[in-house]
């Protein structure tokens, strides 16, 4: 069974603290994708990353960066330098590695605030 | 390039009324995904299509859910009859093979 757990429903931080999102999944299949979207408040899903299980390097892309680490089964996610745009619900997801289409398994979401 | 287009974007219905929901997906992409999102559900996903033909259905809640895809351009989702319970955000998905899905802007719906 696929599953992802984000322990933190809610985070607030002041406008240039670093926030770490946390990430932990379960599957059963030796490959496998995990992702970060983002909701913004207006309500859409804007795709962050994707990282397949052949590949445990840490990925930086500007003030964002992911720490995976399959001995915890963890794909955590931080941002430095938090600015308020930053401010919305983050989801982690989970998908397997088949041929065709693959589901998204989604966790419950992270709510950052990013107080200015 | 468009992206995946969703209608209508807002929807208010009274129970017991026919609602249906229309994705476009983006050109070339041969997979679809419908989610739905609540507060006390989360995201899930209610179905998936690949090359046109349902694949997983098993997230559709009952029979008065159901979904088609008559074509690679275009998807319907409708709830007849629908129930207040149904009130959600109904997000339409599409990928390319192991492609990341990208999502449409969803159809928030109301049912009173």
């Known amino acids: 069974a696929q599953k992802v757990t984000q322990a933190q429903t809610e985070i607030s931080v002041v406008e240039k603290e670093d926030v770490t999102l946390d990430c932990v999944y379960e599957t059963r299949d030796t490959t496998y994708y995990l992702f970060w979207y983002k909701q913004p408040p207006s309500g859409e899903l804007v795709f962050l990353i994707r990282?397949?299980?052949?590949?445990?390097q840490n990925e930086i892309s500007g003030r964002y960066s992911w720490n995976f680490q399959k001995s915890t089964s963890s794909f955590n996610f931080t941002i430095t330098a938090s600015q308020v745009v930053d401010s919305a619900v983050y989801f982690c997801?989970?998908?397997?590695?088949?041929?065709?289409?693959?589901?998204?398994?989604f966790g419950t979401g992270t709510r950052l605030t990013v107080i200015p | 390039d468009a992206g995946v287009i969703q209608s209508p974007r807002h929807e208010v219905t009274e129970m017991g009324q026919e609602v249906t929901l229309r994705c476009k997906p983006i050109s070339g992409h041969n997979s679809l995904f419908w989610y739905r999102q609540t507060m006390m559900r989360g995201l899930e996903l209610l179905i998936y299509?690949?090359?046109?033909?349902?694949?997983?259905d098993s997230g559709m809640p009952e029979d008065r859910f159901s979904a088609k895809m008559p074509n690679a351009s275009f998807s319907t989702l409708k709830i007849q009859p629908s129930e207040p319970r149904d009130s959600a955000v109904y997000f339409c998905?599409?990928?390319?093979?192991?492609?990341?899905?990208?999502f449409g802007p969803g159809t928030r719906l109301t049912v009173l």
């Open positions: 990282r397949n299980s052949f590949d445990e």
């Open positions: 997801a989970l998908s397997g590695y088949q041929t065709g289409a693959n589901n998204l398994f």
């Open positions: 299509f690949n090359n046109n033909v349902p694949i997983d």
């Open positions: 998905a599409s990928s390319s093979g192991l492609a990341f899905q990208f």
